[in-house]
């Protein structure tokens, strides 16, 4: 059987990159939340909070196979009580915050192994994902020397819809 497989395109989320705990990275962003929103709220109540509003909006992100841009994720699903016009500048910083305050993602041992040797086997190579940030994965990309060998990123919170709809 010939195979004529052109492209991969792979996840990050417990595939190619996973979650490490790191208390101070993760206080650090709670902090930085806090400190965004202009709360007077303790960092740790505040994340606890808004980690019961995130249950709720991904309940709505699965069920209706969507992913909401971030200004609408800030402002309709985890903090509606504060003014729009505060939270909306600060949507990109809050949403990658928010990540940060689950922990730090790493990439997988072997991951950058496989994708150069993906690529110098002359696979087209991509990542589709299902996140709440539109700079995160470029970041990574950048920062991790990973940005040559995607030439497609698919990020469900800028186009509007999740995986596994075919439309994506």
């Known amino acids: 059987m010939t195979q004529n497989i052109e492209a991969i395109f792979l996840d990050l989320g417990d595939t190619m990159r996973i979650l490490v705990k790191d208390e101070e990275h993760q206080s650090q962003a709670r902090r930085r939340i806090v400190e965004l929103v202009e709360t007077d709220e303790n960092p740790e109540s505040f994340y606890e909070k808004l980690n019961d509003r995130y249950k709720t909006y991904r309940e709505w992100a699965f069920e209706n196979m969507k992913e909401a841009p971030e200004a609408e994720f800030w402002t309709r699903w985890m903090t509606p009580e504060f003014p729009t016009e505060r939270i909306v500048p600060h949507a990109v910083e809050l949403s990658f915050q928010f990540r940060q305050s689950k922990g730090r993602r790493v990439v997988v041992d072997g991951g950058k192994e496989v994708v150069v040797e993906l690529r110098r086997r002359g696979y087209i190579l991509g990542i589709i994902s299902n996140l709440i940030t539109s700079q ?33």
Do not use: H
């Open 136 to 168: 995160e994965v470029t970041d990574w990309m950048e920062e991790d020397g990973f940005t040559q060998y995607f030439k497609s990123v698919l990020l469900s919170s800028v186009y509007g819809i999740r995986k596994p709809d075919p439309a994506i």
